[in-house]
């Protein structure tokens, strides 16, 4: 059977790309990032998310991205903003894509999978660098130089089922493929339970997107 390493997250767009990658035949590897974010609502989801979906293996590796700053995601002294800005937020977080992506090569290379599957987005994203169609394109190309795997023509390809589709059509294809939107955490200043704030960045195109898409919202928020 073939196999895939899924970036998950335990936010929409990875579950999504979970149920996506399953539905295409692959056993599925889930893997997660304790990376110093500022709550850990969705490493919980990603746990519920990976018993659920019956998983090969779910890894959890821990990194401490938050030791940098530079973030509203990892950095408690800068806020996370509730207002649209212009450019790049301060929700971005350096280089996160490029190191996720190199362990999940790592991975790959070694169970000899035969995909990566992240949930990177182009369209209704916040402006991140690292989620741009270029930027894959380069990523993939490093990789197969990087990797004895690569070099000899079998290594992983970089699937991004998610990267030209708007929010409502993720969540169109995620509930024609029965995902529990339910469990997902998007929020970026979630609580310990998971409710979410309703007002940052995140909050507002997931909720708008529900709306849209003419489905109810399962999130769960604080006020």
Request: proline share 4%; net charge negative.
């Amino acid at each position: 059977m073939k196999k895939a390493i899924v970036l998950l997250s335990g936010g929409l767009d990875s579950t999504t790309c979970l149920a996506i990658a399953k539905d295409a035949g692959y056993a599925c590897y889930g893997l997660s990032f304790s990376y110093g974010q500022r709550h850990s609502a969705e490493l919980e989801a990603a746990k519920r998310i990976a018993k659920q979906a019956n998983v090969a293996s779910h890894r959890i590796i821990p990194i401490d991205l938050g030791g940098f700053g530079g973030s509203a995601l990892t950095d408690d002294n800068i806020d996370v903003p509730e207002s649209e800005a212009d450019g790049i937020p301060v929700t971005y977080v350096p280089a996160r894509n490029t190191v996720f992506l190199s362990i999940g090569l790592a991975w790959a290379e070694v169970l000899q999978a035969d995909a990566i599957y992240a949930g990177v987005n182009a369209v209704d994203y916040s402006g991140y660098p690292d989620c741009r169609p270029e930027y894959i394109d380069a990523f993939q190309k490093m990789a197969d130089l990087a990797t004895k795997a690569g070099i000899e023509g079998q290594g992983a390809k970089l699937e991004t089922p998610l990267i030209d589709k708007t929010k409502v059509e993720i969540i169109q294809w995620g509930n024609r493929l029965s995902v529990d939107y339910s469990k997902t955490v998007s929020c970026y200043q979630a609580d310990s339970n998971g409710r979410a704030c309703g007002r940052c960045d995140s909050c507002r195109i997931r909720a708008e997107a529900f709306k849209q898409a003419k489905l109810p919202d399962p999130t769960v928020y604080i006020d």
